[in-house]
Each structure stands twice: as structure tokens, then as C-alpha cells.
């Protein structure tokens, strides 16, 4: 099975601190993704990579970044955190397009 | 642009059917996926539809008509475990993006 671990699962920062979501695949993957989870809004994607070295802005990319420098690996960065950031982090994988996703379990992240 | 509306919240009893609904607007549409996501937990992958028509898995089965934006999921002779939220995820060609839905949260009462 697919394994997808992101490094924590409750994470609680300061308005202002850089912050970094790292998520880790396992099954060679070519694309991996960071969405955002709210209650109302539902799965917003931030960024997403198609290959290594690759990324792409997703929907609401403003007051993130990302970087891919292996293809496991894909970490979310907040540059400078802000209440609005305070949200559940979802990393996931597929094999190719339109394949199906492998979520991980989750950051919920607190900005105070 | 593209929209994804599926209903808030439905309930269900134990052992009875239930049938989600999804309608779309995507500019290149190529495939819409179901997950379900138990409070607290990941998303999990149920079925993916790209021809129109009924896949069948089980005690779940996926629908698909293409031409009206429409798309639902039968769940039947639901259990309690069955209660989740049941996300639809539409893959649209002109952006190359996987686009979600808000979600259908499901309470299955006994």
C-alpha cells in the first residue's frame, strides 16, 4: 500500500513564523499535491508537482510556497504565518493524471 | 470556470439506500472521482467515473451522465460505519487540476 507521511499532526505557530509542512511518499509517485481543508469550503488546492523540480500553483497559492527537490518529497512553506493559514493540511499523491489520490493524514494547523 | 455542487448534509437509517447527488461545470471535463472521509481522518478513494453509466463495487456504485454534469453515488444497505462525509472531485482538462466539491457529511442512524 501507499504510504504518504506528513511530518506532523498538530502543529500550533505564531502569527509571523515561516513555517514548513513536509510530506514524504513512498511509491514513487511522479505527481504529489497540498491541499487545504476547511469547514464550508471543502478541499482547496494550494500547490501541486507533476515532476521533480516542477511546481504549479493550485487555486489560493497567495502566502504559500513549495519545493520538490526530490520526487518523494514535496514540503508546503508559509512564508510568514497568518491567523487565515489556521486549517487542516491534506498532502496526497498519484501515479499519473487522473489517477487516484493517496492522501496522508493531515496537518491541523493553529496560528495564534 | 468551473462548479461542483453537491447537497450539505443527508441521513439515512440503517440497511436503507442512499443516493448522493454531484452536478458539475468544467470547462474540459475528463473524469470525476468519489472519496469518503470519516471525520479525523483522510480522504479515501472510492470509484472513478469517465463514460457515462453505472460502476458497481460492491455495496457502492457510481453513476455517470456526462452530458448532463451529473453524477451520484448509491450507497446501499447502509451500515453504521457508512456514516462519513463523501467528497466529488471532478478532473478538468483545462486547467489540469483536481477540483473537489465541498463535501456530502452522511449520518446513518440505527
Known amino acids: 500500500d501507499v504510504k504518504v507521511t506528513q511530518s506532523s499532526r498538530y502543529l500550533v505557530k505564531r502569527t509571523g513564523e515561516k513555517v514548513f509542512l513536509e510530506c514524504v511518499q513512498d511509491m514513487d509517485h511522479e505527481n504529489m499535491f497540498w491541499y487545504r481543508q476547511d469547514p464550508g469550503l471543502g478541499l482547496r488546492l494550494i500547490y501541486f508537482?507533476?515532476?521533480?523540480?516542477?511546481?504549479e500553483k493550485g487555486d489560493i497559492p497567495e502566502g504559500y510556497s513549495v519545493s520538490r527537490e526530490k520526487k518523494e518529497r514535496f514540503s508546503l512553506i508559509l512564508e510568514s504565518a497568518s491567523t487565515n493559514q489556521t486549517s487542516m493540511y491534506l498532502c496526497a499523491s498519484s501515479l499519473g493524471r487522473d489517477e487516484k489520490l493517496f492522501f496522508g493524514s493531515g496537518t491541523q494547523l493553529s496560528v495564534l | 470556470g468551473q462548479n461542483i455542487d453537491q447537497p450539505t448534509e443527508m441521513t439515512a437509517t440503517e440497511g436503507a439506500i442512499v443516493q448522493i447527488n454531484c452536478t458539475y461545470q468544467t470547462s474540459g471535463f475528463n473524469g470525476l472521482f468519489w472519496y469518503q472521509q470519516h471525520a479525523g481522518e483522510a480522504p479515501t478513494f472510492l470509484s472513478y467515473n469517465v463514460l457515462d453509466g453505472l460502476e458497481e463495487k460492491g455495496r457502492f456504485s457510481s453513476f455517470l451522465s456526462r452530458s448532463k454534469g451529473y453524477s451520484y453515488l448509491l450507497l446501499k444497505e447502509l451500515q453504521m460505519k457508512d456514516s462519513a462525509s463523501y467528497l466529488c472531485a471532478v478532473s478538468d482538462l483545462s486547467t489540469d487540476k483536481l477540483i473537489f466539491g465541498t463535501g456530502t457529511r452522511l449520518q446513518v442512524f440505527p
Open positions: 508537482s507533476y515532476d521533480v523540480k516542477m511546481k
